[in-house]
């Protein structure tokens, strides 16, 4: 019997409304915005080509190759990148960040010149009311500014997404402006922003239903919608499905959610959640090299993994405890791994080329340390088997392997 027929799944019993319709697409902002955080390191050129290479192998849609209107070193980045793409013919798509001004998105058409890539031009502009009251900015230059922009862009024959930042605190009337004047100037793609972290999901779906039904539709073009979320209330992936359900085409997030203040939407963990609801182009899709992708970046950035992650953390599939435990070892005695894989795990590990783990801790039964022994295959006597025992649950911590193997030696020597 398959695991999937022992299990009632409630999270397919929903209206189809509820369910986005895909095919979704990621766009990923880990060299750009997720480098925007305060606490990590800029990674090197052949550190960001590795990572690279890990979104082409994802099969992740585009990627945010940075802000050349940053300066020399962000150029010197994004033309490495474009051309690492050019000339290993990668599938992943390429798009810049630049500020609504001639001197951010002028850097970005001479890259596509030198490098033979086509690269979307993301101009991104503040557009809320307290930014607006902040910055002493008018309706009228947000307007002008967002036209100008987006006509340069065009002029310079770049395909142009444009993006307006803080949306989801933004006014309704001023949300269907902006975006009305920028696809009128000839964007194509427009970007829904929670640049504050500031969303729900009901705050998502109905900003993004409004944008569809009062922007989109009525412009009569055809108009990629994104959504960019941040993780301040730790709703980012929730607000990514709610924004997908309301009718956006693409998600940006990051590896590991690395990005300002507490990150943006998780990439990472995107893949996890479209590739269990079987959402297309996920349903076949090969995500084992799911951990590399998260570790690449974790060494590049300088930003660790908790041990309690989702999927790629150490404790993501391990257990101590001796109930769970005991449940895993007899899915594994009927030979049959995706049991084992799901009988205490919501997520299973096989799928992202990943195992469970058993450990020996003070929550241990006997059984977790027969099948440690085994696992190993060191013979397990009764008396070992009471030696670990007692030392396990007289730590107040999970016993590390070198722990037990000492254990194990000084059983020989007595």
């Given at each position: 019997?398959?695991s999937?027929e022992l ?7 929903r209206p189809?409304?509820m369910?986005?319709?895909g095919?979704?697409l990621l ?6 915005d997720g480098l ?8 090197s ?5 590795a ?5 082409e192998?994802?099969g992740i849609?585009?990627?945010?190759l940075?802000l050349?209107?940053a300066?020399?070193?962000a ?10 793409i ?9 798009n810049?960040a630049?500020?609504t ?9 001479e890259?596509?010149q030198?490098?033979?890539?086509n690269?979307?031009a993301?101009t ?13 900015w008018?309706d ?7 036209e100008?922009a ?7 024959r ?7 930042e803080d949306?989801?605190r933004c006014d309704p ?5 902006l ?6 100037c000839?964007?194509?793609a427009?970007?829904?922003c929670?640049t504050a972290g500031?969303a729900t999901p009901?705050g998502?779906f ?7 039904d ?5 412009s009569?073009?055809?108009?990629r919608v ?13 607000n990514?499905?709610?924004?997908l359900?309301?009718?956006?085409d693409?998600v940006?997030?990051?590896a590991?959610?690395?990005?300002e203040r507490v990150?943006n939407t ?11 609801m079987?959402?297309r182009?996920?349903d076949?899709?090969d ?6 992708y998260c570790?690449?970046v974790s060494r590049a950035?300088?930003v660790p993994?908790?041990a309690?992650?989702?999927v790629v ?5 391990r257990?101590a405890?001796g ?8 899915a594994?005695k009927?030979?049959d791994?995706e049991l ?5 795990s919501?997520v299973?590990?096989?799928?992202f080329?990943l195992e469970q783990?058993i450990d020996?801790g ?5 059984s977790n340390?027969l099948y440690?022994?085994?696992?190993r295959?060191i013979?397990a ?5 009471e030696r670990i ?5 007289a730590c ?5 392997e070198?722990e ?11």
């Amino acid at each position: 019997m398959k695991s999937s027929e022992l299990i009632h799944d409630w999270n397919r019993t929903r209206p189809a409304s509820m369910h986005p319709a895909g095919p979704v697409l990621l766009n990923d902002e880990t060299l750009r915005d997720g480098l925007q955080s305060p606490s990590v390191r800029d990674p090197s050129i052949a550190e960001k080509l590795a990572v690279l290479h890990l979104m082409e192998a994802l099969g992740i849609n585009s990627l945010d190759l940075g802000l050349p209107g940053a300066g020399p070193r962000a150029v010197e980045s994004v033309e490495a990148l474009a051309r690492e793409i050019v000339q290993h013919k990668l599938k992943i798509k390429a798009n810049c960040a630049a500020r609504t001004h001639e001197n951010d998105i002028r850097p970005i058409a001479e890259i596509v010149q030198r490098t033979g890539l086509n690269i979307e031009a993301a101009t991104f502009i503040g557009s809320s009311p307290i930014r607006r009251y902040t910055e002493n900015w008018t309706d009228d230059f947000l307007l002008q500014t967002t036209e100008k922009a987006v006509k340069y862009g065009v002029s310079l024959r770049l395909d142009v997404m444009y993006v307006t930042e803080d949306t989801t605190r933004c006014d309704p009337e001023t949300v269907k402006r902006l975006y009305s004047t920028a696809i009128n100037c000839g964007a194509r793609a427009i970007v829904i922003c929670d640049t504050a972290g500031h969303a729900t999901p009901v705050g998502a779906f109905a900003l993004v239903k409004f944008v569809m039904d009062e922007v989109v539709k009525p412009s009569g073009e055809k108009i990629r919608v994104d959504w960019h979320g941040h993780s301040d209330r730790g709703l980012a992936i929730a607000n990514s499905m709610a924004a997908l359900i309301a009718g956006a085409d693409c998600v940006h997030a990051t590896a590991l959610g690395i990005g300002e203040r507490v990150g943006n939407t998780q990439m990472d963990q995107m893949l996890v959640n479209l590739k269990l609801m079987g959402i297309r182009p996920w349903d076949n899709q090969d995500l084992t090299r799911l951990k590399d992708y998260c570790q690449t970046v974790s060494r590049a950035t300088g930003v660790p993994i908790p041990a309690n992650y989702p999927v790629v953390g150490e404790d993501a599939f391990r257990t101590a405890t001796g109930v769970h435990a005991a449940a895993v070892i007899k899915a594994y005695k009927k030979n049959d791994i995706e049991l084992a894989n799901t009988v205490y795990s919501g997520v299973p590990s096989h799928v992202f080329g990943l195992e469970q783990v058993i450990d020996v801790g003070p929550m241990s039964g006997k059984s977790n340390i027969l099948y440690w022994l085994e696992h190993r295959n060191i013979p397990a006597s009764d008396d070992l088997v009471e030696r670990i025992y007692k030392l396990a649950k007289a730590c107040d911590h999970t016993l590390s392997e070198l722990e037990i193997l000492e254990c194990v030696e000084r059983a020989k020597t007595h």
